[in-house]
């Protein structure tokens, strides 16, 4: 039997998401607690039961409430997180849409390729190295941006670089 631990879960631990240092962004399978059961069992559950809101989810969801902090983050590397599922994108997209205090991102090697619709208000540093981006249109919103690093992506003209006015 395999068990999923989550940093969050290890007893004693006093971090905060904003203190790791290149956390992976994932959205983990759903554990009820005190119970072994095996997949199996959870599939043949009845369509009615799947369609209530479990106290799983409430309990996971007061988790990233409570750890995941990236409000107050200043730094943070995001980079190599092998995104290969869209719920992955999507988990990952709600995180950096929380950082709201970013001054320096790393998103290095994520296969990204549209982020226009995240917002980085303090953000003077956005590295996007080895991603998927094809215009400047699909960077994420940064009014602040001083350096900007787009090596091996898919940008092939200029248009719309017009939008990053304090970059140097």
Do not use: M
């Amino acid at each position: 039997e395999i068990l999923h631990a989550v940093w969050h879960q290890i007893p004693k631990n006093k971090l905060t998401g904003d203190d790791l240092h290149c956390p992976r962004i994932r959205l983990g399978p759903i554990v009820s607690s005190g119970s072994s059961s095996s997949s199996s069992s959870s599939s043949s559950s009845s369509d009615s039961d799947s369609n209530q809101s479990s106290p799983q989810l409430h309990l996971r969801h007061n988790y990233k409430t409570k750890h995941e902090n990236w409000k107050e983050a200043t730094v943070v590397n995001f980079s190599y997180q092998d995104l290969g599922h869209e719920y992955q994108v999507k988990n990952f997209i709600r995180v950096l849409h929380c950082l709201e205090s970013c001054v320096q991102l790393n998103l290095v090697d994520n296969g990204l390729n549209r982020l226009s619709e995240v917002k980085l208000p303090k953000c003077h540093s956005l590295n996007l190295r080895k991603n998927y981006i094809n215009s400047f249109s699909d960077l994420p919103v940064c009014k602040e941006l001083l350096h900007l690093n787009l090596r091996e992506n898919n940008i092939s003209n200029l248009h719309g670089c017009e939008k990053l006015k304090k970059l140097r």
